[in-house]
């Protein structure tokens, strides 16, 4: 078979693995070929599966792809796969091995990448099965299964949902979302049902739809009780069922069970290029499922018009929204199921409205011909991948799941950098357990603690090119030391001044930053320090700073080269501007988020609430983190006059402070002295009015009305109570503060540090990566 093969002229050759193909099909075989028929101009494809059945040839053509087939039973694929691979690769000298799912076909990879470890490895997600189920099968060949994930150089995944999976059992390598894309051309024989069909207006014959695998995943179960319960509606149901699957005999007996025999159509099996023709006879389309990878007869339904009710669960909220593009029910209930499709029934409104943003949200971001694009960078990605000269070492102080500002910067920025092609490995201080970064705990004491630090770099360095650390001493000085035993490049970003914050945080000297610095204190503190934090940033290649006002210390003070020093803002989250709670001005909530640590001026806050509670008499002061001056805040705020209106909230999550952010009437930022506070950005993006204290590098971005001086409590009193004592001053401020976007995004941020390392991005970034999601 193998003998006879002559090499074509050279181009990229990629080999896949894949369990299954053509014409045994599911959704994954489906996207193969989507995607190889699109980019056969560019590669040669070879694809190795298992011959389901004798009548299948051992070796043709399909579209853009050479099959080979191999005998035998799915237990044995892997190995036999490995051998033909390689029998195949000496002829044809491969440059990307691709493998279809972690299950036979990625075994097959592994041991083809164990052996080739210099062939870039593609993994591909595509598992729609609950992840418990998932573990159950892979069963006592746990280990090797997790090395499929350890070892990929690149996974493409379906779902932000297969993403976060892939990274749970040990991917440390790029992990790009990419869906799986609709052939739209099938689907232009239909338009939006309310529009066009008559059928659905006056005729009071109703039918639903499911294109489904009938296995007990996809809940189909749960749909014929619904259709059950709607039985007695006005209108008559009738759901039409497209597949087959082992559950098949099952579903039917329930049908008769539940006396509906004559409202359920079982159609079997279907070729693909028929199911556009089913979906043009129904209104609507259900698949209540209970694990799904993304659910691609969602997206099918959708281009052909077809309002979709699914369950929130696995890669299904990626584009279903509840309300805008689908209709959520709940898992496992088939009274909640029948609520939806009977809500659809009779709002004609809520129908259309569903049906036509639906189909925009395919035709804009799931089509074929996108993906194969998004695929085709990320072919040419991976090859850059397994040159370790591009991997990046971040050395950070905190990591994810640890909660704060510092921690979601390192994580985005990790995200984007693999998204982009580069390996990174990551190394933080952290008790919590993770397979994605090495922690150091910070329960071993000082000095042991920072020597185990630098271990974990020097062993995390030995293949990267690039050391990033996130701050100069912690972080920096062991991630420096092993930049210039191993001679890597050495990057590092400052977004503090650790020497001053740790005066203020004693109580030695309440002033701003400037001050400190101008009178030289710095010099009579910590003089050993200082000069630690001088060698690390003038040993770095480029040092990053969130603000001016930084970067103008390093120069005058620690005499660092000016074209050394790279400013890159924070990002302000490009979101819709969402004021939240309209009644925030007659709750009068003034919030802060942060740190409780003496610098961040919370003292202060609390005196000026307690004066500005007393001249309106109403307001509210929320106070959410942790820090070491949280006693002492709690004990100010018990004995003042407000003390009843002063909350303090423990640490949480992004998504929870967003909530919080939008139920507030103003956002404070009190600091003695500050950067670019992640906190006001993200109250600024929710539209929400922010006061900010001068000594801020935001503060020259913002209208007088929002600054005040950090140490002249009346000049905040005054502007507190102007904004929540005065509704028409309220509401001039909103109309300012929305107006104000400093057009920043993580992509922005991402590209900014791409040209500190002199890389270039990705050509398809501003199309495809442009999120804050990565």
Same mark, same amino acid.
């Given at each position: 078979?193998?003998?006879?093969?002559?090499?074509?002229?050279? /181009?990229?050759?990629?080999?896949?693995?894949?369990?299954?193909?053509?014409?045994?099909?599911?959704?994954?075989? @489906?996207?193969?070929?989507?995607?190889?028929?699109?980019?056969?101009?560019?590669?040669?494809?070879?694809?190795?599966?298992?011959?389901?059945?004798?009548?299948?040839?051992?070796?043709?053509?399909?579209?853009?792809?050479?099959?080979?087939?191999?005998?035998?039973?799915?237990?044995?694929?892997?190995?036999?796969?490995?051998?033909?691979?390689?029998?195949?690769?000496?002829?044809?000298?491969?440059?990307?091995?691709?493998?279809?799912?972690?299950?036979?076909?990625?075994?097959?990879?592994?041991?083809?990448?164990?052996?080739?470890?210099?062939?870039?490895?593609?993994?591909?997600?595509?598992?729609?099965?609950?992840?418990?189920?998932?573990?159950?099968?892979?069963?006592?060949?746990?280990?090797?299964?997790?090395?499929?994930?350890?070892?990929?150089?690149?996974?493409?995944?379906?779902?932000?949902?297969?993403?976060?999976?892939?990274?749970?059992?040990?991917?440390?390598?790029?992990?790009?979302?990419?869906?799986?894309?609709?052939?739209?051309?099938?689907?232009?024989? /239909?338009?939006?049902?309310?529009?066009?069909?008559?059928?659905?207006?006056?005729?009071?014959?109703?039918?639903?739809?499911?294109?489904?695998?009938?296995?007990?995943?996809?809940?189909?179960?749960?749909?014929? #009780?619904?259709?059950?319960?709607?039985?007695?509606?006005?209108?008559?149901?009738?759901?039409?069922?497209?597949?087959?699957?082992?559950?098949?005999?099952?579903?039917?007996?329930?049908?008769?069970?539940?006396?509906?025999?004559?409202?359920?159509?079982?159609?079997?099996?279907?070729?693909?290029?028929?199911?556009?023709?089913?979906?043009?006879?129904?209104?609507?389309?259900?698949?209540?499922?209970?694990?799904?990878?993304?659910?691609?007869?969602?997206?099918?339904?959708?281009?052909?018009?077809?309002?979709?009710?699914?369950?929130?669960?696995?890669?299904?909220?990626?584009?279903?929204?509840?309300?805008?593009?689908?209709?959520?029910?709940?898992?496992?209930?088939?009274?909640?199921?029948?609520?939806?499709?009977?809500?659809?029934?009779?709002?004609?409104?809520?129908?259309?409205?569903?049906?036509?943003?639906?189909?925009?949200?395919?035709?804009?971001?799931?089509?074929?011909?996108?993906?194969?694009?998004?695929?085709?960078?990320?072919?040419?990605?991976?090859?850059?991948?397994?040159?370790?000269?591009?991997?990046?070492?971040?050395?950070?102080?905190?990591?994810?799941?640890?909660?704060?500002?510092?921690?979601?910067?390192?994580?985005?920025?990790?995200?984007?950098?693999?998204?982009?092609?580069?390996?990174?490995?990551?190394?933080?201080?952290?008790?919590?357990?993770?397979?994605?970064?090495?922690?150091?705990?910070?329960?071993?004491?000082?000095?042991?603690?920072?020597?185990?630090?630098?271990?974990?770099?020097?062993?995390?360095?030995?293949?990267?090119?690039?050391?990033?650390?996130?701050?100069?001493?912690?972080?920096?000085?062991?991630?420096?030391?092993?930049?210039?035993?191993?001679?890597?490049?050495?990057?590092?970003?400052?977004?503090?001044?650790?020497?001053?914050?740790?005066?203020?945080?004693?109580?030695?000297?309440?002033?701003?930053?400037?001050?400190?610095?101008?009178?030289?204190?710095?010099?009579?503190?910590?003089?050993?320090?200082?000069? @630690?934090?001088?060698?690390?940033?003038?040993?770095?290649?480029?040092?990053?700073?969130?603000?001016?006002?930084?970067?103008?210390?390093?120069?005058?003070?620690?005499?660092?080269?000016?074209?050394?020093?790279?400013?890159?803002?924070?990002?302000?989250?490009?979101?819709?501007?969402?004021?939240?709670?309209?009644?925030?001005?007659?709750?009068?909530?003034?919030?802060?988020?942060?740190?409780?640590?003496?610098?961040?001026?919370?003292?202060?806050?609390?005196?000026?609430?307690?004066?500005?509670?007393?001249?309106?008499?109403?307001?509210?002061?929320?106070?959410?983190?942790?820090?070491?001056?949280?006693?002492?805040?709690?004990?100010?705020?018990?004995?003042?006059?407000?003390?009843?209106?002063?909350?303090?909230?423990?640490?949480?999550?992004?998504?929870?402070?967003?909530?919080?952010?939008?139920?507030?009437?103003?956002?404070?930022?009190?600091?003695?002295?500050?950067?670019?506070?992640?906190? @006001?950005?993200?109250?600024?993006?929710?539209?929400?009015?922010?006061?900010?204290?001068?000594?801020?590098?935001?503060?020259?971005?913002?209208?007088?009305?929002?600054?005040?001086?950090?140490?002249?409590?009346?000049?905040?009193?005054?502007?507190?109570?102007?904004?929540?004592?005065?509704?028409?001053?309220?509401?001039?401020?909103?109309?300012?503060?929305?107006?104000?976007?400093? /057009?920043?995004?993580?992509?922005?941020?991402?590209?900014?540090?791409?040209?500190?390392?002199?890389?270039?991005?990705?050509?398809?970034?501003?199309?495809?990566?442009?999120?804050? #999601?990565?």
């Amino acid at each position: 078979m193998i003998g006879n093969i002559m090499d074509s002229e050279y /181009r990229s050759r990629v080999l896949i693995f894949s369990l299954a193909y053509f014409p045994v099909v599911g959704g994954a075989e @489906i996207a193969v070929k989507e995607i190889t028929d699109r980019l056969g101009d560019s590669f040669d494809f070879d694809l190795v599966t298992l011959q389901f059945n004798k009548s299948h040839l051992v070796q043709e053509v399909i579209g853009s792809v050479n099959v080979y087939r191999i005998g035998g039973s799915k237990a044995f694929f892997p190995i036999k796969a490995f051998f033909l691979a390689n029998r195949l690769h000496r002829l044809k000298s491969y440059r990307i091995s691709w493998s279809i799912m972690a299950a036979y076909a990625g075994f097959a990879a592994l041991f083809f990448k164990l052996l080739n470890p210099k062939i870039p490895f593609l993994l591909t997600l595509q598992e729609g099965d609950s992840e418990k189920h998932i573990l159950n099968r892979v069963g006592v060949f746990y280990p090797l299964w997790r090395l499929i994930f350890k070892k990929s150089d690149y996974i493409q995944v379906i779902s932000q949902y297969l993403a976060d999976f892939a990274r749970r059992y040990g991917a440390t390598c790029p992990v790009e979302v990419v869906p799986n894309g609709v052939s739209l051309e099938k689907f232009k024989i /239909r338009s939006t049902k309310s529009e066009t069909n008559s059928n659905y207006k006056n005729s009071n014959v109703k039918t639903i739809i499911t294109t489904s695998r009938l296995v007990y995943k996809n809940g189909i179960d749960t749909l014929i #009780r619904a259709v059950a319960l709607l039985k007695a509606k006005s209108y008559k149901l009738k759901a039409i069922i497209v597949g087959d699957g082992p559950d098949r005999s099952k579903l039917e007996q329930l049908a008769r069970d539940l006396g509906i025999v004559d409202r359920i159509k079982f159609i079997g099996h279907v070729n693909p290029d028929r199911i556009p023709e089913y979906l043009s006879t129904a209104d609507i389309f259900v698949r209540p499922s209970r694990s799904e990878g993304l659910g691609n007869s969602f997206l099918e339904a959708m281009a052909a018009g077809l309002p979709v009710v699914g369950t929130a669960v696995g890669g299904i909220p990626d584009f279903l929204t509840d309300g805008e593009t689908g209709l959520f029910s709940k898992v496992d209930d088939p009274e909640s199921l029948a609520d939806k499709i009977d809500l659809l029934f009779t709002n004609a409104e809520l129908y259309q409205g569903i049906s036509e943003n639906g189909k925009r949200l395919v035709y804009q971001k799931y089509s074929s011909d996108l993906v194969a694009s998004r695929m085709k960078d990320i072919f040419r990605k991976i090859t850059r991948v397994v040159k370790k000269e591009t991997d990046i070492l971040m050395a950070v102080g905190i990591y994810p799941p640890d909660i704060g500002g510092p921690a979601v910067h390192a994580k985005k920025l990790t995200l984007g950098f693999r998204q982009e092609g580069f390996g990174v490995k990551v190394v933080s201080y952290g008790d919590s357990a993770s397979d994605e970064v090495a922690k150091v705990s910070r329960k071993i004491p000082s000095g042991l603690r920072h020597m185990v630090y630098f271990i974990k770099c020097f062993k995390l360095a030995w293949h990267c090119g690039i050391i990033y650390a996130h701050d100069a001493t912690a972080a920096g000085l062991p991630a420096f030391i092993v930049a210039k035993i191993l001679g890597k490049r050495f990057f590092i970003r400052v977004g503090g001044d650790i020497l001053w914050e740790r005066v203020v945080e004693k109580g030695e000297r309440f002033i701003s930053m400037h001050e400190y610095y101008a009178r030289g204190l710095y010099l009579k503190d910590r003089p050993i320090m200082f000069q @630690i934090i001088r060698l690390v940033l003038k040993g770095a290649n480029k040092v990053v700073v969130t603000a001016d006002m930084l970067k103008d210390i390093y120069i005058n003070y620690y005499g660092l080269n000016p074209d050394n020093i790279i400013v890159i803002l924070n990002p302000m989250p490009l979101r819709q501007v969402d004021i939240g709670n309209p009644n925030g001005f007659e709750a009068g909530i003034v919030l802060f988020a942060g740190r409780l640590v003496p610098y961040k001026n919370l003292t202060f806050l609390i005196n000026v609430f307690d004066k500005v509670r007393q001249r309106l008499n109403k307001g509210k002061l929320y106070l959410i983190g942790d820090g070491p001056d949280k006693k002492n805040l709690e004990s100010l705020a018990e004995n003042s006059f407000s003390a009843m209106n002063i909350n303090f909230f423990p640490p949480m999550s992004q998504s929870e402070l967003f909530e919080k952010i939008k139920e507030a009437a103003v956002c404070v930022g009190p600091a003695l002295t500050e950067f670019n506070p992640n906190f @006001i950005l993200e109250s600024l993006s929710l539209g929400k009015p922010v006061l900010l204290s001068r000594e801020n590098g935001l503060s020259v971005k913002l209208p007088e009305e929002f600054v005040f001086y950090a140490t002249r409590e009346g000049d905040l009193e005054n502007k507190l109570v102007e904004l929540i004592g005065d509704e028409k001053s309220y509401e001039k401020a909103l109309k300012k503060i929305t107006g104000i976007n400093f /057009r920043r995004d993580w992509a922005n941020v991402l590209e900014d540090h791409l040209a500190v390392f002199g890389m270039k991005k990705n050509e398809s970034f501003n199309v495809v990566n442009r999120s804050e #999601r990565f």
